[in-house]
């Protein structure tokens, strides 16, 4: 079995208990979600879990902060103790956002990086804990948001294109500021920007390239279907498995490395002065390959005349 396969197989089988536990304590109508590598199917023993909720019910306090649901605390606790690792501290761990706040404010002045970063997580990552329908209406609403009345048909939707860009290089300038002024952990920060974070966007511009030459109805139902598979079978099923044998080899060794406790405590230990570290090189390496392998999949699934190639660029 693959690094690949064990993943699927984990993330799959503590999503199922979650949800299960989950179906007692959730009031119906709202939504609670997880992103990350549990919503990817990539977890291993060693992986946190985030989740964050989409309420309709609005109560926010007199600067506008909305409060945390009563509920809110089982949840928490039901999660921890079928995934006990704790999450990072600056994700989007237990925080609350409203639907309407999803479709307002895009590229706004109060559009900050907590903001962008839900909405992209919703669209690229974004995996059901508790009502399924609930996740699936919010990001149409998203998508919709995004595609405009509008969009003529052979137009890429570059607002939604641009904003997936600007996400990607958010999370590079965001990691440049933790590691150097937050005294994050680097290594393993650096080796995820290298393969998770670029396949996550990798995904998201696939998707979008092959929309470019549907109607604005179809471009949202397509991307709804493509949204909602993980990264690795949303990536498969537009390129195809023959494909992406070489993106998935370079990537399953990645995955492999960071369900081992002594790799990422290493990788978490590590110094920027430390680049030589055997650990720390190996993968390195090997995301220079992945990257040119996702590279030469970009190339062999849109040709030079498709108007991905300048949309990217200019």
């Known amino acids: 079995m ?24 959730v009031p119906s109508g709202e939504v609670v979600l997880t992103c990350g590598s549990y919503a990817r199917r990539e977890a291993s023993p060693e992986s946190d879990i985030d989740f964050f909720i989409i309420t309709g019910q609005v109560s926010p306090d007199m600067e506008g902060k909305l409060h945390e649901p009563g509920w809110a605390d089982g949840a928490r606790s039901t999660i921890s103790s079928i995934v006990p690792i704790e999450p990072a501290e600056d994700g989007a761990f237990s925080s609350v956002e409203t639907r309407d706040s999803m479709l307002v404010n895009i590229g706004g002045d109060r559009d900050n990086n907590h903001k962008i970063t839900r909405r992209m997580l919703i669209l690229l990552e974004g995996e059901w804990l508790f009502n399924e329908s609930g996740l699936n209406d919010v990001r149409r609403h998203v998508l919709e948001r995004y ?71 179809k471009k949202i139902a397509l991307l709804e279907e493509l949204f909602r598979l993980p ?82 660029v200019f």
Request: glycine share 6%; charged share 30%; with cysteine.
């Open 2 to 25: 693959t690094a690949t396969d064990r993943a699927h197989h984990l993330s799959n089988t503590k999503l199922d208990e979650i949800r299960a536990r989950l179906q007692s304590i």
């Open 147 to 217: 595609i405009g009345s509008g969009m003529t048909d052979h137009q890429l939707a570059l607002f939604l294109l641009n904003d997936i860009i600007r996400y990607y290089r958010t999370i590079a300038v965001d990691y440049e500021f933790k590691i150097t002024e937050g005294g994050k952990p680097w290594g393993i920060r650096n080796i995820k920007l290298v393969f998770s974070r670029k396949l996550l966007y990798a995904s998201g511009l696939f998707a979008v390239a092959l929309t470019a030459d549907a109607g604005r109805d």
């Open 231 to 312: 990264v690795i079978e949303r990536m498969t099923t537009i390129c195809g498995k023959r494909n992406m044998e070489g993106v998935l080899k370079s990537y399953d060794i990645f995955l492999d490395k960071m369900e081992k406790p002594e790799v990422r405590s290493r990788l978490k230990e590590l110094k920027r002065t430390e680049r030589d570290d055997p650990i720390f090189r190996e993968l390195k390496n090997e995301g220079h390959h992945f990257t040119r392998e996702l590279l030469k999949l970009f190339e062999a699934t849109f040709d030079s005349t498709h108007p991905i190639h300048r949309a990217v």
